[in-house]
């Protein structure tokens, strides 16, 4: 087994008491390191700017012995015990010879030239015989600065901030009265006024700016309110804080009734226009439906249909998002696709060549593409994996025993306070543990939805040693005694083979997440279908022999999903994308027939008979079987297949995605029937993934289901969100991002779909 060690020890011994008292002063000094940095930070005590920590080596072991506080003023070292009282006494009370050094003269400040001030000059200005003014005591000094934010960090009042001035003046005229006389009237005031104005600056607004400045960020503001699709609310728009934000910045305030009104309809229109425009100057597209059944990776139901149209070009426009309330029957889909179709393509239906849909009920879209028959209606590639994940939990009994098992030693040790203690003590020798063991609900296993159970096995394989130490200990084998499930457990944690299980489904259910996070990065079209399916069965293949696990059930569960999901498109797409040409001995470059079965080269002449007119169908075909025998000039097959590195992955990828379907268009246009064929194939995407929704947005989209006035500003949201999406090809969801950057994805710890998407993964 790979990763779990099964050697049974003794457990954890006791440290020593020299250890728990260095493990004491690191924490001490940490913690007071910790305490400090939030200070400087504005968070805390002012004294710390002027106290930093100090581990004191013992210089016989060279091992931390004491915390101590040092001045960073003077060099005086201090004890750690209270740094309130040393900054009191060494700081306040004038014990520190360089603190006094600090306060800045408020003469160095820029110079302040409110009415105000102007006024207590020409008040306190005394006169005199010789017809010259002389300097008021406020000329005589200068001053400290006396803001809040100083006096509070210098651990001041504003008494003690008056007297200080006096005190570091070193001025002692006989004439200077600091009682209320007329003769300091101007230092007061001036003081007074100097407060007034720094405790203005908190509040004043931002410089002024044009009104083509405030036009642009508020569109600015609103496109990325749009963009946001619900990660942002509208309420969030009138928050205190975001309305002084505002302010400080010179912009007005604004109402979330701005951002549903105009602004929400003019956006709208803007990204619908460019949209209908792309989807005109196509000469064919394929339309991806999303959203109909439950989203089994995610959250729970989708309450939208979101439609997305492929264009030949590679690029996606969104069409439009569809409210569907709840389960959707089959009838229903047929009836919005047919609707759907005809609203894209008007009296010219031909234009739209296929479907690709993430679930459908009944023969939806089977029935479509029998009454078109230029239609190719394929279901998604993602849902064809992770039904068949469905498929093992389902029908391999190696996945529910090992389900059972870990579900008995979660709850044990979940519900059992006796026993959970144990999980504490080694917690306390340092052990790290996350928490209790995920258990998922009593109605959710691998055949419903595989990501619960994964997260409670992820959790039992990370504490194996954890659990196999426990066991061990005596007061678990005294729990034994008394409780019968707590033996199993016990027995249980201590077989080989249980462990063996247990990393052989967690292995195989990461290996199928892996292949289907790489199928929504990459986004495969169909004529990678056939090539997707035999790498899963190799490295399937691979697994059984690694952890000694009969093929033939294994095999049988993947054959069965695969005829379920395949179609002949998949065939007829693989052999006319020049992509694939194989070289002969004879330096041919032809298509590669000799990896499809019989009744896969029967599905292709099946299919190229039904996707032309019943007129060209012979020629189509004899067609085929000049391509089979010609295959393409070498120079156009090698050019088709040079491959570059990605960049962002590190990835070989192919140069130019679209030169399959190029070549098809230019280089053979002898095959006249054929060649509209492959172009029509060599573009359809496997996937209907596309725009996710905000989740906490979509709950806000099914709250006003039954508002007409709510669900059309929430479509145009959605719409623009989507559009603005897809020009960046930005497939993933807020939250996706979002737990990716805090080290977790829906509470497991497989690869991420992003870690691919950024080459992190390879």
Known sequence: MADVNVNLVDPISSPSGEDMAVKAVHKRYEGLVAVRTKAIKGKGAWYWTHLQPILIQNPETNVPKAVKLKCTLCDASFSASNPSRTATEHLKRGTCPNFGSLLRPISQLPPLASPSSQNHRKRSSPQTGSGTGTSSSSQQFGLVNTSPRFCGEMGYSPVQTA?????????????????????????????????????????????????????????????????????????????????????????????????????????????????????????????????????????????????????????????????????????????????????????????????????????????????????????????????????????????????????????????????????????SHGVELAGLIRVPSADCNLSKNYGPVIAMLEDILSYARILQLIVLDDSYKVSCIEDPVAKEVAEMIQDVGFWNNVEAVHSLVKLIKEMTDDIEVERPLVGQCLLLWEELRAKVKDWCAKFSIAEGPIEKIINTRFKRNYHPAWSAAFVLDPLYLVRDASGKYLPPFKRLTHDQEKDIDKLITRLVPREEAPTALMELMKWRSEGLDPLYAQAVQVKQRDPVTGRMKIANPQSSRLVWETCLKEFKSLGKIAVRLLFLQATSCGFKCNWSFMRWVSLQGHSRVGMDRAQRMIFIAAHAKLEKRDFSSDEEKDAEMLGTANGQTMYSVQEKRDGKGQ
């Open 163 to 427: 007297q200080a001035i006096v005190t570091h003046t070193g001025l002692n005229q006989q004439h200077l009265v600091l009682s209320g006389g007329k003769e300091d009237l101007g230092a007061l005031a001036m003081l007074e006024d100097s407060v007034k104005r720094l405790k203005s600056l908190k509040g004043s607004p931002g410089p002024a700016l044009s009104k083509d400045q405030v036009d642009s960020a508020f569109n600015l503001l609103a496109d990325w309110f749009y963009e946001s699709c619900g990660t942002v609310t509208l309420s969030s728009l009138e928050h205190p804080k975001f309305k002084a934000f505002l302010n400080q910045v010179g912009l007005p305030a604004v109402s979330r009734k701005d951002f549903v009104g105009e602004k929400l309809d003019s956006k709208f229109e803007e990204a619908r226009m460019e949209s209908e425009a792309r989807i005109r100057d196509a000469a064919f597209f394929q339309v991806s439906s999303d959203g109909w059944g439950r989203d089994i990776c995610k959250y729970g139901e989708d309450p939208v249909i979101k439609f997305i149209v492929n264009l030949p070009n590679g690029t996606n426009v969104f069409h439009k998002a569809v409210y569907k309330g709840g389960l959707v029957p089959s009838e229903y889909a047929e009836e919005v696709l047919r609707e759907t179709i005809k609203g894209l393509c008007g009296n010219v239906v031909q234009r739209c060549v296929g479907i690709v849909g993430d679930k459908y009920k009944g023969k939806a879209l089977r029935n479509l593409e029998i009454q078109n028959h230029w239609m190719v209606n394929l279901s998604c590639q993602i849902h064809g994996f992770i039904s068949l994940l469905k498929d093992f939990g389902r029908e391999l009994p190696l996945f529910k025993t090992v389900t059972d098992n870990c579900l008995k030693i979660a709850n044990l040790f979940n519900s059992k306070s006796q026993i959970r203690n144990h999980f504490r003590k080694f917690r």
